[in-house]
């Protein structure tokens, strides 16, 4: 049986050691203080690790049940999510008009980490809603968020994001969902979903589903979706619930992993919904969903990660096996324990590096989120923009990865579903796929963000890493970092140059090497991260020695990042100067 | 619902065209002729893709049953097994005076991809008795060989390995089963083995089982253990079946994946075996299987790689989504084929050009297991011991990560078990793991096979391929491959030398660049194969420009690994380089 503790002294050191966040004059921050955050992830932590943590394995086994229309959750899940409500947990960075506590969203990103590593499956329910209820939050008019908000804010009502048909996925522009104009302003939505997450249950009163349509007469293909809002229940002028709606589910779908959701079929058979946003200007409205969403999904890979991570820890130390070639280690056991191997240390600092370091990528990425929304700054919003695929495509993949190593450490027994590692990885596949798969999150980084606004956050990012080198070159103890920061960094520009020259000529030379752009921007990014938190346990250690043994370990930890994993920035490199004509040299037929 | 394909071409291609196995003097290769391996690989294509195929899904969601002690197979497989030992597929490389036909290894090796590509599990059942028939071949008795071997051979009964028992996988030396003497010469077995692959069924009339055990008195660890025959039913001295023996299933496991073979807990409590080889030289006679079950296991990660390869392809070409960025190629429909981007061919190339280089590779190695064994050739023998370890952890670890990337190119549809790309990710994750995890593969290589002999088999492999380059370095249309090749050998000597130069000092300094080794080793491996079919395809074009196509498409797929793939040689040189500091830093208290 698998066990996850939260890791509230490591998010507390990236909050206040790393990001500094009190000390921040964005909106919000001051209050931020060491003690109040610490009590709010101490919190989480226990909920997340003694309730929802202990319904990942029962998820897994008993799935979702679909019978006459209705969908049963597994056991425990009711409970659990009433727990949840309970404490507030679901309206944590959400405005304070509509029962939200408004904090700022590191402080939700931190907390849902927590939530995810202890049980995706579940965690997807209020993550969904979380979505739903951002976009009606900038999109709606006061009604709608009058009407929906409260109620999503408290997940007393549930959300779902509705934009997958049979036929289309990442192109949206082939759908065939109807929405007829009614005379009371309203919509009659007809067509067919599919893979939408928690679109049927029972743990809400409502459901209220935003669903991606086509009103008749539009123009074609993209531009012509709209964003409508379609509750399970219709609401009554008073709020209260009315008629069951003409939307149900038709299928649950079986799946490799987070089996504690539902995924499901919906079918719209002259639903009612309610315009979201502008006529035809869906697919704005859908992002604003999306990009938070994506942000989530590679908070995913990390924390399926990390808890897959804790669990091959834990199994490394106990388990004996074999004799450390350099002299026992346990005298007085039958074998050492596994940790003593050379390749299994390697297995788990790869775990451990990747893991401390996405955790350090995603606040900062969500404090970017901040102060572009909380402080209005515009460079952080292009900045954000420009990550976004990055941290859901390098997190997912790397991710997915680490949960397979972190199995890998188990031997058979990882093998076994009772050991819970087959879940990890399992349930963690689905992060490199929804959201847009990784491919597409590579399309969008190299296609659009790139170049966006003339190219100008990505020469941001270069300058701030330029920055950080030429500001930390000559501190004791940072050329382990910086220099190996340095390298990857020429990588990484020497890549933007190569698609700057060729991708204008054929705009193939530039996507053949798109995923391996968004790897080796990831792996940069990291490096980054571990230039941070090196210069800040640095620094730590300087004015407290007190506790010496973490910081020493986080050093250690980012030296194996920068020289065991950072090297992969050249073979990516290698791998998008070879160009488009190695990927494109066979017609189709020829494969 | 997925498909297969017999890659029968492919294979008379690397046979004929690339090892021009008939050419050969090996005794046995002269009656290799194309015709006649033609006329055996067209039969087993269409038992394993029409018979064997559509039984994999079937097998992976009705699973094995215990009841009473009885594991029912999935439904179809006794029927498929009958056809399979009808056709004499069981015995094709075995001794003809045990009811095989004494085809070569290669053969053998041939036929058996398509077998495990079609169903991995099925294909364990008979897989398991050929592995434990060469164990009793090798080291049996003449009574031993004429009691068991014929039935054997012919699958009437199936054989299994026991080697694991709950507290002791890779350290068996740890093992607790003991073996007591009895008067008549015979033991009396009594312990527990767990993940036994076939361990209970009832297609065949018997089962042989393998057993490590301890008998009482020997030396301690792992010299003190023994193989033992056991099998399921006395066999009486006429050869008919005597009285259950005392071995049986407790319990079944429930897996990540291979849901259709019987993976289980064997109880034996006085049990009566016999000894197979000598007292307490257990471990030579076992290795006899786990050498050969580790290049059948590295076959399976081709295998599953190739299968789902051919259904993400088929998808590619048949799904409609989005525009070619360079020009619509699709007029006609909604959207082009997934085909046409760039990314989702990088994924193609990526498993194409693994699958078919290691094809070559496979064969190439059972061609040097036919050279050692048939035609007495200690060189071939000390070259494919080294390439073992290879072959078994390179070619799953590479395999499984290309399953990942076919299941990839079906966006959501292949997280949904319906699509069947979920199974194959799911079955190919235990090649990683069973028959030595790949970290003891990549500890075997490195720890053993490196100096093994004085290090006399990987100088000579770095001959060959040296060899290779000046054979072939003025020849035209060669130097897209020799350069490649000659830089990424120089990274494996490099590599070498650094073991060398610093494990004598410190055996971690080459230990924890073990699994970097074996990876960088198998990327050379591929990258001399796509050498020796590229120089094949250009002979072919010339002499006979009738297949023109065929060969082109090798050439342009061999171009694409040099180029997209070998470049990670040097990111896995870095790492080994960087020694084990970075890797033994911590203090296992402090992770």
Chains 1, 2 share one sequence.
């Not at 049980?119 to 968020?145: C, E, P, R, V, W």
């Not at 809400?204 to 123009?219: C, F, Q």
């Not at 058979?269 to 969903?289: I, N, P, Q, S, V």
Request: with cysteine; glycine share 12%.
């Amino acid at each position: 049986m698998p066990s996850y503790t939260a890791p509230t002294k490591d998010l507390q050191y990236v909050l206040h050691d790393v990001l500094r966040v009190s000390q921040s004059d964005v909106p919000g921050y001051a209050e931020l203080e060491p003690d109040f955050t610490s009590a709010v992830l101490e919190e989480a932590g226990k909920l997340t690790s003694e309730v929802i943590a202990p319904l990942n394995a029962v998820g897994d086994a008993e799935g979702c049940t679909l019978e006459n229309g209705v969908v049963r959750v597994p056991t425990g899940f009711q409970d659990a999510f009433d727990q949840v409500r309970e404490g507030g947990w679901t309206g944590l960075d959400m405005p304070e008009e509509y029962g939200g506590q408004n904090m700022p969203y590191v402080l939700g990103t931190a907390v849902g980490e927590m939530f995810s590593a202890a049980n995706q499956a579940f965690t997807m329910y209020q993550g969904l809603t979380h979505g739903a209820a951002s976009a009606i939050l900038t999109h709606g008019s006061d009604q709608q968020k009058d009407t929906f908000l409260p109620k999503m804010v408290s997940c007393q009502w549930t959300g779902t994001m509705n934009l997958t048909e049979p036929h289309c996925g990442t192109d949206l522009g082939l759908m065939r969902t109807k929405a007829e104009p009614q005379d009371d302003g309203s919509y009659k939505l007809s067509g067919q979903k599919i893979f939408i997450s928690s679109g049927e249950h029972e743990m809400a009163e409502n459901i209220i589903h935003l669903v991606l349509a086509k009103i008749p007469g539009g123009p074609e293909g993209i531009k012509g979706v709209s964003l409508f809002i379609v509750p399970k229940f219709l609401v009554k002028e008073d709020g209260g619930l009315g008629d069951r709606n003409g939307v149900t589910c038709g299928k649950l779908e079986e799946k490799m992993g987070i089996h504690g959701n539902s995924t499901c079929v919906m079918d719209y058979d002259g639903a009612t919904g309610y315009l979201l946003g502008e006529e035809h200007k869906g697919m704005r409205a859908m992002f604003t969903m999306m990009n938070e969403a994506r942000i989530g999904v590679g908070m995913q890979g990390l924390a399926q990660a990390d808890v897959a991570y804790q669990n091959a820890l834990a199994y490394a130390k106990d388990r004996l096996q074999g004799r450390d070639v350099t002299g026992v280690k346990n005298p007085d056991g039958p074998a050492d324990p596994l940790i003593v191997h050379p390749d299994v240390r390697r297995m788990l600092m790869d775990q451990k590096s990747f893991v401390e370091g996405a955790r350090a990528f995603i606040l900062w990425g969500a404090s970017l989120i901040d102060k572009a929304h909380r402080a209005e700054d515009k460079d952080a919003d292009g900045l954000i923009s420009l990550m976004t695929p990055v941290i859901k495509g390098f997190l997912t993949d790397e991710g997915f990865d680490m949960t397979i190593q972190a199995q890998q450490v188990f031997g058979g027994h990882g093998y076994i579903e009772e050991s819970g590692m087959s879940q990890f990885a399992r349930d963690a596949r689905i992060a490199m796929i929804y959201e847009g798969a990784n491919g597409v999150q590579a399309l969008d980084l190299v296609g659009r963000k790139l170049a966006q606004d003339g190219g100008k956050h990505v020469m941001a990012y270069f300058e701030m890493v330029k920055n950080f080198c030429t500001e930390n070159k000559d501190v004791e103890g940072m050329a382990d970092f910086v220099e190996p920061l340095k390298k990857a960094s020429k990588d990484l520009q020497a890549a933007g140059m190569y698609f700057m020259q060729n991708g204008m000529k054929n705009p193939n030379a530039a996507l053949a090497g798109s995923s391996d752009f968004m790897h080796l921007f990831g792996h940069v990014c990291l490096g980054l991260m571990w230039g941070m938190m090196a210069r800040a346990s640095l620094k730590a250690l300087e004015d407290d020695p007190s506790d010496a043994a973490f910081h020493e370990a986080k050093l250690a930890t980012g030296r194996y990042y920068m020289t065991r994993r950072l090297p992969a920035t050249a073979m990516h490199l290698a791998r998008i100067e070879s160009g488009a004509d190695p990927v494109m040299a066979l017609d189709a037929e020829a494969f």
